[in-house]
């Protein structure tokens, strides 16, 4: 089978590391004798594209996962570049494999998205959404009912090994500055939110090795703005692992003592290896993603009154419960690989059927 998956290679290393996820995926389940790769936020799916390369060259089109259902600014309101009547002029079996919602609270899906959506998911072989509250999100907002299926990015060490970066204990920080209004709010609440983190970096640094972890390049200054005088605080080289490098990086949430994140793969990646991860909250999909794995009790929203106090006092919960923690994600993890093999399995007899 020829499949050529299009995603986000738009300058986030948590998206290159969904796309390693998702390649394993379709190499464990699918019969795989190529996989081809173009970026869902650059390619224009025009009809010269669909008729000389879609429906000649491969025989299954997989648009996902990642945040893709945003983008207010984009022509279809979000990061499909294809016109609505254009779809069903795809003549191979296509699927939306684990999306997300990404636009914030204080945002709206533009009419034109919802309608360009629903003309996708009437043409799809399969739509689903990844498991970090999307689906309702998705239901509510849009008015369709797709499947709910973990990220994709959980699956990054399926059949994949990765190398140990660090020989000293380190836990991770991973803070995001990117749509900083969105996030923060004002300039005010982003002073505090730096404040609480020095604080917590200080107290981290006595005992690890911190090491910050940007996923695009507007996180370093905010890293850099934390760290500053602080010893034991380093951050990793981004010019380095970004973006051709991105299965290192990933190496590096395999072999932390444990993660704080504030973004949705800063939390998945150490979750898929069992690392105890502690949500930074500031955005509906980092609660939502910890609900839908019931881990809720290690999740604090940014804007918080009390943000450092708590994260402190998860941090020496965590101490006391690391081995507890850890065999729990492993359960959790095998639960979601057994729904992963259930969507698979589902899959190829669609596949079949179709022909």
Not at 59 to 66: F, I, R, S
Request: include cysteine; glycine fraction near 8%; proline fraction near 4%.
């Amino acid at each position: 089978m020829r499949v050529l998956h299009s995603y986000c290679l738009n300058y986030n290393i948590g998206d290159y590391a969904l796309g390693i996820g998702v390649k394993n995926l379709l190499r464990n389940f699918l019969p795989i004798d190529f996989i081809g790769e173009t970026n869902l936020q650059g390619r224009y799916f025009n009809e010269y594209y669909i008729s000389q390369v879609v429906n000649k060259k491969y025989d299954l089109l997989v648009v996902g996962g990642g945040g893709i259902i945003h983008g207010s600014h984009w022509p279809n309101g979000w990061f499909w570049l294809i016109d609505k009547d254009l779809i069903q002029s795809i003549k191979i079996p296509f699927i939306i494999y684990g999306v997300g919602d990404n636009y914030f609270q204080d945002e709206r899906i533009p009419d034109r998205a919802i309608d360009h959506i629903k003309e996708t998911f009437r043409h799809a072989l399969s739509f689903s959404v990844r498991n970090d509250g999307s689906l309702e999100r998705v239901i509510n907002d849009i008015g369709i009912h797709p499947e709910e299926v973990p990220d994709p990015g959980f699956y990054v060490g399926l059949n994949t090994e990765y190398s140990r970066p660090i020989n000293d204990k380190y836990v991770i920080i991973q803070v995001a500055n990117d749509k900083a209004g969105h996030r923060f709010g004002s300039d005010l609440n982003r002073k505090q939110f730096v404040l609480a983190m020095k604080k917590i970096a200080r107290y981290l640094s006595s005992s690890y090795k911190v090491l910050f972890a940007p996923h695009v390049y507007d996180d370093v200054a905010l890293s850099k703005e934390i760290m500053g005088g602080i010893e034991n605080c380093y951050m990793w080289d981004f010019g380095y692992l970004a973006f051709d490098h991105s299965d290192k990086a990933v190496g590096y949430y395999k072999y932390a003592e444990f993660v704080l994140s504030m973004r949705g793969h800063g939390q998945i990646l150490p979750i898929s290896f069992g690392v105890p991860t502690i949500a930074l909250c500031n955005h509906p999909k980092h609660k939502g993603l910890m609900e839908k794995l019931s881990l809720s009790d290690w999740a604090v929203t940014i804007d918080d009154p009390r943000f450092g106090e708590l994260v402190i006092e998860k941090i020496e919960a965590l101490k006391k419960e690391n081995s507890s923690f850890q065999e729990r994600l492993h359960l959790l993890n095998a639960k979601m690989l057994d729904n992963t093999t259930r969507f698979f399995d589902e899959l190829n007899l669609k596949l079949a059927r179709n022909g």
